[in-house]
């Protein structure tokens, strides 16, 4: 497909009635792809039109479709999104562990369902609005991350198969996301000012504890300072995260000061939530990871490179080592803030991103700040 001339390329591209996705088909028509849409459903429970705006969303990606004159079909992948992406979500919630749907929604819907569907269609290639690039090199297909640093997308598609991304066109790769709002409004798009989708993926932006209760209920325990002191009580693990400030109840404390309390650990023996005032309690200089995809030749280790333990975060230096019990220990020389067990660590070569891992454990080591110097001093080795 590289090297395919662009009026002989069919294309669908994932319309999600957003400005990206809008913006995408255009920029793909101008090139000369022959292009259509694809709106997908993958949420069926209606449940009130304050959080289900699938209706509203379709609405939007067929006035765009529309007005560039190109056809918009329609699929429901609700099913498949259930099955390998919703049921996951929830074991790993009744774990106690704080998963990211957004990683496996791509992996197992966007880049696999929502592909093999426009394969089976005839289609030569898909497209998304996401910001990210694609660059064939002599090594191969290689993903790079957006030139916007605010929108870059790299870390939600790093557990993609990389042979499921060279299929894939990234039309927005190059460009801020101001460009693509201004482009959306000089071709009459209703949508260019249509605020990014928040939430859960397919799910939306509803209220997220409710929302969980109704599938995990719930599980009181107590909530303790760092020293075992009760300050009062949680509603379940599932329902808070490492580093949460927010919802926690728990007014001022006598013998305390008067400073905000955070989630530093959850302790799964007990149901206790553990809470803490000082930021060093959060601090985790060690991860290890499970389930790696690489999207690179697979390195080999160790390896000194970047990581991200969380969307937008900055580009964290780190070297990555094989444990006994074949998972990847990351170290890094700089401790960071609340490394969450269930959420994915994304390694990064300057702008190339490398894949990742489901982050299982965490901890903080002496031995892991004595790799400071080293790592510092040391270029990265793909």
Not at 169 to 193: Q, S, Y
Not at 211 to 217: A, I, N, S
Not at 246 to 251: A, D, P, R
Not at 268 to 278: F, K, P, R
Request: with cysteine; net charge negative.
């Amino acid at each position: 497909m590289a090297d395919r001339a662009a009026s002989e390329t069919s294309v669908i591209v994932g319309m999600s009635g957003g400005v990206d996705s809008s913006v995408a088909a255009l920029l793909l028509l101008e090139d000369g792809y022959q292009v259509s849409g694809l709106f997908m459903k993958n949420w069926d429970e209606d449940d009130g039109t304050e959080y289900c705006t699938a209706q509203a969303d379709l609405e939007d990606a067929s006035r765009v479709c529309e007005r560039l004159g190109i056809e918009l079909q329609t699929a429901n992948f609700a099913a498949e999104y259930w099955d390998n992406v919703f049921e996951s979500f929830l074991a790993e919630y009744a774990a106690g562990r704080t998963p990211n749907p957004d990683v496996l929604c791509n992996r197992e819907i966007k880049f696999k369902q929502f592909a093999d569907y426009a394969q089976a269609l005839g289609a030569d290639a898909i497209a998304t609005g996401h910001y990210v690039r694609g660059k064939w090199t002599n090594d191969g297909f290689k993903l790079l991350k957006g030139r916007d640093s605010n929108k870059d997308q790299s870390y939600f598609l790093q557990a993609v198969p990389s042979a499921q991304l060279a299929k894939c066109l990234f039309p927005l790769g190059e460009l801020e996301k101001t460009t693509v709002r201004a482009i959306a409004d000089k071709a009459g798009f209703h949508n260019h000012r249509k605020k990014d989708s928040t939430g859960i993926c397919f799910i939306g932006e509803r209220r997220f504890s409710d929302f969980l209760q109704r599938y995990l209920g719930t599980t009181p325990g107590k909530i303790r300072d760092m020293e075992g002191m009760t300050l009062g009580e949680h509603i379940g693990l599932p329902y808070y995260t490492l580093g949460q400030r927010q919802g926690l109840g728990i007014g001022g404390v006598s013998g305390h000061a008067e400073a905000p309390w955070y989630v530093a650990a959850k302790d799964h023996a007990t149901g206790d939530l553990i809470v803490s005032q000082d930021h060093r309690d959060l601090q985790r200089n060690w991860l290890a990871v499970s389930d790696v995809n690489w999207l690179v030749e697979q390195p080999e280790l160790p390896l000194i490179c970047s990581a991200k333990v969380r969307y937008r975060q900055n580009d964290q230096r780190c070297q990555i080592t094989r444990r006994a019990d074949g998972q990847l220990l990351v170290r890094f020389p700089t401790p960071q803030r609340a490394v969450t067990p269930g959420q994915y660590a994304c390694f990064y070569d300057g702008d190339i991103c490398l894949g990742g891992g489901v982050i299982q454990s965490t901890g903080m080591a002496a031995e892991s700040v004595a790799c400071a110097e080293s790592l510092a001093s040391t270029e990265s080795v793909v």
